[in-house]
């Protein structure tokens, strides 16, 4: 065991740095803590910013197929519209024809919805991988107790 050691009772992690602890000054024990816990830092933010643009792109793609739905909306006014006029104007024949796609157009905008709906619910907003990180950094601070 005394590969992963650098000192006595000191582990050393990975890219960590031999320290001999005996003859440092507690300025220079201090300056290298301060400087791990600074690493550990930007670590932890660069995971938090990962793990919040996957969940952005989710939100971004969830909020097309809702513009998608609103989209399709407008469409099945629109197309209600003429179908009412054409309707009214021709008494049945090109009328129905404006109506079926009109419903056809209703039927997408809510297969739209209920996909960006769904989307949406999977969200997950908060980085689960960063704060089970954040977890560990108090257990990690503390001072390890050698097994006999």
Same mark, same amino acid.
């Given at each position: 065991?005394?590969?992963?050691?650098?000192?006595?009772?000191? $582990?050393?992690?990975?890219?960590?740095? $031999?320290?001999?602890? +005996?003859?440092?000054?507690?300025?220079?024990?201090?300056?290298?803590?301060?400087?791990?816990? !600074?690493?550990?830092?930007?670590? +932890?933010?660069?995971?938090? /910013?990962?793990?919040? %643009?996957? +969940?952005?792109? %989710?939100?971004? /793609?969830?909020?097309? !197929?809702?513009?998608?739905?609103?989209?399709?909306?407008? !469409?099945?006014?629109?197309?209600?519209?003429?179908?009412?006029?054409?309707? @009214?104007?021709?008494? !049945?024949?090109?009328?129905?024809?404006?109506?079926?796609?009109?419903?056809?157009?209703?039927?997408?905008?809510?297969? @739209?919805?209920?996909?960006?709906?769904?989307? @949406?619910?999977?969200?997950?907003?908060?980085? +689960?991988?960063?704060?089970?990180?954040? %977890?560990?950094?108090?257990?990690?601070? %503390? $001072?390890?107790?050698?097994?006999?």
């Amino acid at each position: 065991m005394t590969d992963s050691m650098t000192g006595p009772g000191i $582990p050393a992690g990975p890219g960590a740095h $031999p320290v001999d602890v +005996e003859n440092s000054s507690v300025g220079e024990l201090l300056g290298n803590v301060t400087q791990d816990l !600074m690493t550990l830092l930007r670590q +932890e933010i660069a995971l938090a /910013k990962a793990e919040l %643009k996957v +969940e952005a792109k %989710k939100a971004g /793609k969830a909020t097309g !197929m809702l513009g998608g739905a609103g989209f399709a909306g407008y !469409m099945v006014l629109l197309f209600l519209s003429f179908a009412l006029w054409w309707a @009214l104007a021709n008494v !049945m024949d090109q009328g129905w024809a404006a109506l079926i796609v009109a419903v056809l157009w209703a039927m997408v905008g809510a297969g @739209l919805y209920a996909a960006g709906r769904g989307a @949406l619910r999977n969200l997950n907003p908060t980085p +689960e991988r960063t704060i089970e990180t954040v %977890k560990q950094v108090p257990h990690a601070l %503390k $001072p390890h107790q050698e097994m006999s």
